[in-house]
């Protein structure tokens, strides 16, 4: 069973669209991650929840949104991408508060944008 | 400022020989530090961290690490690569003050036969 997915994996898509990344984990754990990877393989956290409260809100366009319906779930919904988006998004989950436990990721979402 | 420097963009190291991917950090208070890899197309995996304790820390595939607290290091070790050794390694150390995780910039490691 994977401990932490996403989908979907590879995304393609023209700017100005609206897009989802969908992310859940299964390990019970009460704190998940978006974090994004550019070309450079720079890490980059952009937001946190705990118990579904959001936590951490990195310097981020307000064009990224994301969601938690419950603990096991976090969502990343994208208004009006940019060529600028393109890179790897990874969701991540660990247990505990403060943060900084042992973080889980996921396998990526590829996302291209033209 | 709390930060994180792994001063080398690539290592390369022949198979068999020992392996040292470095990492030195600044932060408030105790830190917490971690080694993640990320293998090719792959998400991070944890690999070891250091919170208290022994200063050499043990972890997943015979890696380990020396937490050095008066040179505020926390450098990665094997020592007998192996060419599935070759990935990006990630130091991370938990800040103090806000908890929040900082993350180095990434080292490849490459292990060549």
Redesign the interface.
Same mark, same amino acid.
Request: avoid cysteine; hydrophobic fraction near 45%.
């Given at each position: 069973d994977t401990a932490?997915s996403q989908t979907p994996k590879y995304l393609v898509t023209q700017m100005g669209n609206d897009k989802s990344i969908k992310c859940e984990q299964n390990l019970g754990h009460d704190t998940m991650y978006w974090y994004k990877q550019d070309s450079k $393989?720079?890490? $980059? *956290?952009m937001f946190s929840y705990n118990n579904k409260e959001l936590i *951490?809100n990195e310097t981020v366009p307000n064009r990224f949104s994301p969601k938690s319906p419950d603990k096991a779930h976090l969502n990343l919904h994208i208004n009006s991408l940019e060529l600028g988006d393109s890179a790897v998004y @990874?969701c991540?989950s660990s247990q505990g #508060?403060?943060? %900084?436990e042992?973080? #889980? @990721? %996921?396998?990526?979402t590829r996302l291209l944008v033209l | 400022a709390q930060s994180v420097a792994q001063p080398e963009d690539q290592v390369n190291v022949a198979e068999g020989n020992p392996l040292t991917v470095k990492c030195t950090y600044s932060v408030s208070g105790n830190p917490y530090l971690f080694w993640y890899v990320q293998y090719p197309n792959r998400g991070l995996q944890f690999l070891l961290k250091y919170i208290t304790g022994d200063n050499l820390v043990k972890g997943s595939y015979g890696f380990e690490a020396e937490f050095n607290k008066s040179q505020t290091s926390f450098h990665l070790k094997k020592p007998s690569a192996l060419v599935s050794d070759s990935a990006l390694y990630f130091c991370a150390v938990r800040d103090g003050s806000n908890y929040q995780l900082i993350w180095g910039a990434g080292t490849k490691l490459i292990i060549k036969p």
């Open positions: 932490v $393989k720079f890490l $980059k *956290i *951490i @990874f991540a #508060y403060p943060l %900084g042992t973080q #889980y @990721f %996921g396998p990526g | -």
